[in-house]
C-alpha cells in the first residue's frame, strides 16, 4: 500500500504491533523536582561509541512538556513481573508514583525497583517526527539485574525467553531445569501451529498415569470448548498416546499398556501392529467414528513426537478437529505440517537426528 490517503491508522498500527518489543518506563523531573514518568516500548539503541539511545512521545502527551524541558531521563526496562508498573505510567494522572519503589539517580531523576535494567542519560537531542518527538540521550550509567524482561506485540503483554535451547549437552538435557525450559519453548510453539493447520493443537508430556495434556491451542474453529489441561489420555486409544508408546522406552510406558490390554482396551497383537505403523510414519492417527469423550463430538486426530537433545520423546504434538473437518487420510496436508511442526520444536530442543532414523 503506497497511497498516503488510503493508509488506515488503526491497519498501521496492526501491522506496527507485530513487531515484539520490549516495554520501558522513562522517567524524568522538571525544574521543581516534580517526578513524571510515561511507559514507551518506542526505545532502540543507537551507538555504542557513543553510547547513544532513543525513545519517541506523542506531543499530545500530558506530560510532553516535562520531557520536553527536562536535561535527562532514565530509561526503566521493565522485567515480567511488572505489567501493573507499565499500566499505571500509560495512564495520565499526577499519582503514578505512589506505591512505586523507586531511588533517585543521578540529576534525581527516579529509577524504578525491580526492572529488567535501566539506562541513566543526559539528552543530547530532540528531533520532530510527524505527532512525536525523539528524543535521543547519551547513557551515562546503567544496569542490568538479571529478571526476565517484558515483551509486548499485537496489543498482549508477553514473557521473553529463549527460542531454543541452544548448544547443550545431553546431561544438562535431562536436567529438571533444562526441561521445564523445553517445556517453554513447546508452549511457545503452539499458537503458530495452531495458525499455520487452521485446528486445535496439544502439547502432551509422559505423566506418572500416561498421556497428559499440559497446553491447548484453540484455532479459529476450535474442536470443542472442552480444553483442560490436566486430561489423561488412555495410552492405546488416542493418538497422542500411540506415539508415546512407539517411542517411549518399555520400562517407562510397559506397566499403563498392560494395564490397558488387560482391561480390554486392546488385544496385545492390534497394539504390536499399531506402534509399528506409527513408527513406520511417525505419527499416529485416531479417527473416531464415536463422540470423544473430551470432546463430546466425533474427532479426528494426528500425533507427532517431539525429541529432545538426548534423543529422548519429550512431548507429543497433537492436532485435533471434527471428523467432517480433518481428512483421516495419512498422507494428507495436515499428517505433513505436523511433522514438519513437530520436527522444527525438536530441532529448538536441540535434536539433531531425523525421525525417520529413530523409527529404524
Known amino acids: ?52 539511545v532513543l525513545w519517541s512521545q506523542s506531543t499530545t502527551s500530558t506530560s510532553h512538556a516535562a520531557f520536553r524541558d527536562s536535561d535527562r531521563f532514565v530509561v526503566n526496562i521493565l522485567s515480567s513481573e511488572q505489567i501493573e508498573v507499565s499500566n499505571r505510567f500509560a495512564k495520565s494522572g499526577d499519582r503514578k508514583f505512589e506505591g512505586v519503589a ?26 520532530p517526527g510527524g505527532d512525536h518527538v525523539v528524543y535521543i540521550g547519551q547513557v551515562e550509567n546503567f544496569h542490568k539485574t538479571g529478571r526476565k524482561p517484558l515483551a509486548f506485540g499485537s496489543g498482549k503483554y508477553m514473557v521473553a525467553y529463549a527460542h531454543d535451547l541452544g548448544q547443550i549437552s545431553p546431561e544438562l538435557g535431562a536436567a529438571n531445569v533444562a526441561h521445564i525450559e523445553a517445556v517453554r ?53 488416542s493418538a497422542t498416546g500411540q506415539v508415546f508408546a512407539a517411542f517411549l522406552p518399555r ?57 529432545d537433545v538426548s534423543g529422548m520423546i519429550a512431548f ?5 478437529g471434527k471428523s467432517d473437518e480433518i481428512d483421516p487420510a495419512w498422507d494428507g496436508n495436515i499428517p505433513r505440517a505436523l511433522r514438519a511442526a513437530a520436527d522444527m520444536v525438536s530441532r529448538r530442543l536441540g535434536f539433531k537426528m531425523p525421525v525417520s532414523a529413530l523409527a529404524q
Open 102 to 127: 523507586v531511588k533517585s539517580g543521578i540529576g534525581d531523576v527516579p529509577v524504578i525497583d525491580g526492572c529488567a535494567a535501566y539506562l541513566e542519560c543526559k539528552k543530547l537531542q530532540t528531533v
Open 185 to 237: 519453548v513447546g508452549c511457545a510453539a503452539l499458537p503458530e501451529i495452531a495458525l499455520e493447520l487452521g485446528h486445535t493443537v496439544s502439547l502432551a508430556v509422559w505423566g506418572n498415569r500416561g498421556p497428559t495434556i499440559i497446553r491447548w491451542e484453540p484455532s479459529a474453529k476450535p474442536v470443542s470448548a472442552n480444553l483442560r489441561t490436566g486430561v489423561v489420555l488412555t495410552s492405546t486409544q
Open 251 to 307: 520400562e517407562i510406558c510397559g506397566d499403563i499398556l498392560d494395564a490397558e490390554i488387560r482391561q480390554g482396551l486392546v488385544a496385545r497383537d492390534e497394539l504390536d501392529a499399531v506402534i509399528a505403523e506409527v513408527k513406520r510414519r511417525g505419527i499416529g492417527r485416531a479417527a473416531l467414528a464415536k463422540q470423544s469423550p473430551i470432546h463430546k463430538v466425533a474427532i479426528n486426530a494426528f500425533s507427532a513426537p517431539i525429541f
Open 316 to 320: 507429543v504434538l497433537t492436532v485435533s
Open 1 to 52: 500500500m503506497s497511497d498516503r490517503a488510503a493508509i488506515d491508522p488503526r491497519a498501521l498500527r496492526d501491522v506496527l504491533g507485530t513487531f515484539v518489543t520490549g516495554v520501558t518506563v522513562v522517567t524524568a523531573v522538571d525544574g521543581q523536582g516534580r517526578k513524571y514518568g510515561v511507559t514507551a516500548n518506542s526505545f532502540s539503541s543507537v551507538s555504542l561509541d557513543p553510547p547513544l
